[in-house]
T-cell receptor
Framework: DQQVKQNSPSLSVQEGRISILNCDYTNSMFDYFLWYKKYPAEGPTFLISISSIKDKNEDGRFTVFLNKSAKHLSLHIVPSQPGDSAVYFCAAVNTGTASKLTFGTGTRLQVTL | NAGVTQTPKFRVLKTGQSMTLLCAQDMNHEYMYWYRQDPGMGLRLIHYSVGEGTTAKGEVPDGYNVSRLKKQNFLLGLESAAPSQTSVYFC?????????????FGEGSRLTVL
């Protein structure tokens, strides 16, 4: 059973526009959420995170929104740049009981010129 | 400035052969993990360790064994490789100062089982 879902396998956005990547989860015990970015032939790297006590966290061009009632989070990238082209994984964890992340299946973002 | 290092980077095995993937981290992290990445499946946790001498099963542990004899090393073993274990394997580590889920990943090891 996939507890963290990314229903869009791919997304194409023009340079300068907003990219919105979505993630849904089913486990209400998750209290911390993260986004990782992965380039080909490299390991994933941490991008941004949000605690369940917040509904928004911003870091430069990247903003993560959390809607706990809908069990939904999204990553906004504004403005999108060609270097943002990568696979993005959302991940979730229950920090109180477990020390391991559950990852989504990933969304491949292509930023076109 | 090595971070997390995985060896080997590439390996081709025949069905039934055994091998060990080595992960080494130089950040004095307590937690270490082995994930596999498959198309359409995302990253799935195989085994993990919360400290030297400890191991625990993750989501997909069957067919794999692990050992954490030293804090800086986490070994993933395949005793009898199967084609279903063809995948890209990632090792990761995270720090001891409170778990936040921020993992540091290695570059990956691509394993093909024929």
């Amino acid at each position: 059973d996939q507890q963290v879902k990314q229903n869009s396998p791919s997304l194409s956005v023009q340079e300068g526009r907003i990219s919105i990547l979505n993630c849904d989860y089913t486990n209400s015990m998750f209290d911390y959420f993260l986004w990782y970015k992965k380039y080909p032939a490299e390991g994933p790297t941490f991008l941004i995170s949000i605690s369940s006590i917040k509904d928004k966290n911003e870091d430069g061009r990247f903003t993560v929104f959390l809607n706990k009632s809908a069990k939904h989070l999204s990553l906004h990238i504004v403005p999108s740049q060609p270097g943002d082209s990568a696979v993005y994984f959302c991940a979730a964890v229950n920090t109180g009981t477990a020390s391991k992340l559950t990852f989504g299946t990933g969304t491949r973002l292509q930023v076109t010129l | 400035n090595a971070g997390v290092t995985q060896t080997p980077k590439f390996r081709v095995l025949k069905t039934g052969q055994s091998m060990t993937l080595l992960c080494a981290q130089d950040m004095n992290h307590e937690y270490m993990y082995w994930y596999r990445q498959d198309p359409g499946m995302g990253l799935r946790l195989i085994h993990y360790s919360v400290g030297e001498g400890t191991t625990a099963k993750g989501e997909v542990p069957d067919g794999y064994n692990v050992s954490r004899l030293k804090k800086q090393n986490f070994l993933l073993g395949l005793e009898s490789a199967a084609p279903s274990q063809t995948s890209v394997y990632f090792c990761a580590s995270s720090g001891a100062s409170g778990y936040t889920g921020e993992l540091f990943f290695g570059e990956g090891s691509r394993l093909t089982v024929l």
